[in-house]
């Protein structure tokens, strides 16, 4: 007979939780991300192990979208089955995301921002993941072929359905975020959240204003890959590595090595000074793990969030 899960009662004394945007709705600090970590090529124990670990420290939030796993859509069919298992008595303490906007299925419906792909995905996205609603659902990606006004109205008809409490855009620049706000509020309806990929290594959104753009509009937000696919764990420090890194990652390792040297004198990790660097900017962080000890590992990261000013300057001389 399988185990029955009983969460960690001192769950919500372990994690900070911060307002989004303008919304009455507050985001773990520490967000998991459901990805490759969850297709159908990673063992289903280990799955079910992180995501009790994950919600024993406090993290409510799972991230999924529809192409993850793989096999595209494997990762929350099997969200669904550990949300059946072990967290049916506790939906209205998470926050299930999920997205649409990359390769769904085969034709001309199947990706991108149309409203049929977004109605279709959705719907077959509760299926798989068991709900009748996710909390906050994503555009995946902008387009500059599809409407802007039939992507975002198809996201305010989500919300007046009840199969979205909230919606987001993710992988947007400050342009393409103006014009989705500017959508939605046509429909007396306000962007949650905005979701690019940021890290002390790719900071394109830093440097594109994004930030000071989705504060502006009064946005909240979320990084994924704020590890930088594992450039900023003790991965590649060791250098051991599978294969040959490319020029890029070379470099990259090189500014790791100096990080990693910073983050001894903070009583970090690497990567639990990443998660805190970008903390500075963003409502949450997006992780990734492949087994419960990185999870926890990376919640370490928030007993020391704070950077003396002189840790700062030495930081943004080293990542430019």
């Excluded at 059946?84 to 990706?111: C, M, V």
């Excluded at 009748?132 to 996201?155: C, W």
């Excluded at 509009?217 to 990084?223: A, D, H, K, V, Y």
Aim: proline share 4%; charged share 20%; with cysteine.
């Amino acid at each position: 007979m399988a185990d029955i899960y009983i969460p960690d009662s001192d769950r919500y004394t372990k994690m900070p939780y911060q307002r989004c945007g303008r919304s009455g709705l507050k985001l773990p600090l520490i967000s998991l991300g459901i990805w490759h970590n969850f297709g159908d090529n990673s063992d289903f124990g280990v799955q079910a192990q992180m995501l009790r670990t994950a919600f024993d420290l406090g993290i409510t939030h799972f991230d999924a979208a529809n192409n993850y796993g793989p096999p595209p859509w494997s990762a929350e069919i099997n969200l669904g089955k550990h949300l059946k298992n072990d967290f049916s008595a506790h939906r209205d303490e998470l926050l299930i995301s999920t997205k649409a906007g990359y390769f769904g299925w085969e034709g001309p419906y199947g990706d991108w921002g149309s409203r049929k792909y977004l109605m279709a995905s959705l719907d077959r996205s509760l299926k798989n993941l068991g709900l009748d609603y996710v909390d906050i659902f994503y555009h995946h990606r902008a387009s500059d072929d599809d409407p802007i006004e039939e992507t975002m109205g198809a996201l305010a008809d989500i919300v007046r359905q009840g199969k979205a409490l909230y919606v987001g855009i993710s992988n947007y620049n400050p342009v393409q975020a103006v014009k989705a706000e500017a959508e939605l509020n046509k429909h007396h309806m306000h962007c949650l959240i905005c979701q690019p990929r940021y890290s002390m290594l790719y900071r394109n959104p830093e440097k594109a204003g994004l930030f000071e753009t989705l504060d502006e509009l009064s946005i909240g937000s979320i990084s994924y890959s704020p590890l930088e696919r594992g450039m900023l764990t003790s991965k590649y420090l060791s250098g051991k590595f599978d294969k040959p890194l490319t020029d890029q990652q070379q470099a990259q390792l090189k500014i790791a090595v100096q990080l990693n040297e910073i983050a001894k004198t903070r009583g970090q990790s690497l990567s639990q000074m990443a998660l805190c660097y970008n903390l500075r900017k963003v409502t949450s962080v997006l992780i990734g793990a492949s087994r419960p000890e990185q999870i926890t590992e990376n919640a370490g990261a928030l007993k020391n969030l704070a950077f003396e000013e002189e840790e700062l300057a030495v930081i943004e001389n080293l990542i430019g």
